[in-house]
């Protein structure tokens, strides 16, 4: 088998290696089926045991209250950018409320503008999104439909420390940290996160979802579109994509007994980031973080090179010494370590000594 890498994609990202070796094992015939994963029914017993236990396992991770319902939708974060305005803005009378704090939320928003009338809270751009509000920052509508807001901007390189306070329903996508440390589902109406930054393959969207906002999805949305018929049907209206629900629940099997559940995740993620944050502010200005200390992210580090000449000269030695997509995103330039849980600390203990080498090499 070829030697694996260090991978710091932002997505499709790694995956645990326990996870993998079990898909791997299991791939040409689940035990007991004779079938492969990728072969099985899912309306098959086996398949109901698949789904009901990542549903479990995310209920036992994040602690999510009974009156939630855990759905495993598709299209990704993108659909939910339309799913969510088309169940509770459209025909709403009211306005909802948008946080910009970054690409997917300036995204969502414009995808909302499509059903209705929003009213940007706050927009980061005069800090070339930097930062999250702070406490007061947010301008929010009386009686707005909902607030929502990203947990964390994979670009920028940014994650909020706290949830904004508002009494419309707090809605979140969380796709880049998702499953990155404990949450209060509670606070949330609705919370989602497409899997392949931190949870599973592309493919999977995990919604959660209170379940007076389920019974108000309006009657003539289209079945696919409508949380109503997702919720009734426990998101096997359709055929759902079973490999990929089968990863996320060997993820969270990971999570919950190899790891010990998101507690020591947070541990483990945030010894991963302050290496790497540390190398960037013991640097003497060699390298520059994009965001702001307060707003710094466990998964983005987001940073560039005070001599942009040495971006691929700095691109192309991580590369020979097995680290790998470190390229920063066009908009914001330089590079980016995306560290979600699944990058083990080795990795990014080597990526933090290559950058003091390639720093007092070149400085």
């Known amino acids: 088998m070829e030697k694996r890498i260090y991978n710091f994609s932002p997505g499709p990202a790694m995956l645990p290696l326990p996870a993998l070796e079990e898909a791997q094992r299991d791939l040409l015939a689940l035990p007991g089926t004779g079938m492969s994963i990728l072969e099985i029914s899912h309306r098959s017993k086996k398949f109901e045991e698949i789904i009901s236990t990542a549903e479990s396992n995310l209920r036992t991770l994040l602690k999510i209250p009974a009156d939630y319902s855990v759905l495993f939708l598709q299209g990704g974060a993108q659909l939910q950018f339309a799913m969510i305005p088309m169940n509770f803005l459209r025909n709403s009378g009211k306005a909802a409320d948008y946080v910009q704090a970054g690409t997917w939320g300036k995204t969502a928003a414009a995808q909302a503008k499509t059903q209705g009338a929003i009213n940007i809270a706050w927009d980061g751009k005069d800090g070339n999104y930097n930062r999250m509000p702070k406490t007061g920052e947010l301008k929010l509508t009386t009686g707005a439909a909902y ?195 699944a990058m083990p600390i080795e990795g990014v203990r080597l990526l933090r000594d290559f950058m003091n080498d390639f720093a007092k090499r070149n400085g």
């Open 147 to 341: 607030l929502h807001i990203t947990s964390n901007e994979t670009i920028q390189g940014i994650q909020i420390q706290s949830e904004p306070q508002a009494n419309a329903p707090l809605v979140c996508d969380a796709s880049s940290d998702f499953l990155c440390r404990p949450v209060d589902v509670s606070k949330y109406g609705i919370y989602y996160a497409c899997a392949q930054k931190n949870a599973g393959p592309a493919g999977v969207t995990v919604v959660i979802i209170r379940n007076d906002l389920v019974e108000r999805s309006p009657d003539d949305l289209p079945n696919m579109l409508s949380y109503k018929v997702m919720a009734k049907e426990k998101s096997l209206y359709n055929t759902p994509p079973t490999f990929c629900i089968y990863m996320l629940k060997l993820v969270t099997d990971w999570l919950l007994n190899t790891i010990g559940g998101l507690d020591r995740m947070a541990e483990i993620n945030r010894q991963k980031a302050h290496m790497l944050y540390e190398a960037l502010d013991q640097s003497a200005g060699f390298y520059q973080g994009h965001a702001e200390k307060e707003s710094r992210s466990l998964m983005n580090v987001a940073f560039r090179l005070a001599k942009p000449e040495l971006d691929e000269p700095f691109l192309k030695q991580a590369r020979e010494q097995g680290l790998a997509e470190l390229k920063g995103h066009r908009s914001v330039g330089g590079c980016r370590a995306s560290i979600y849980n």
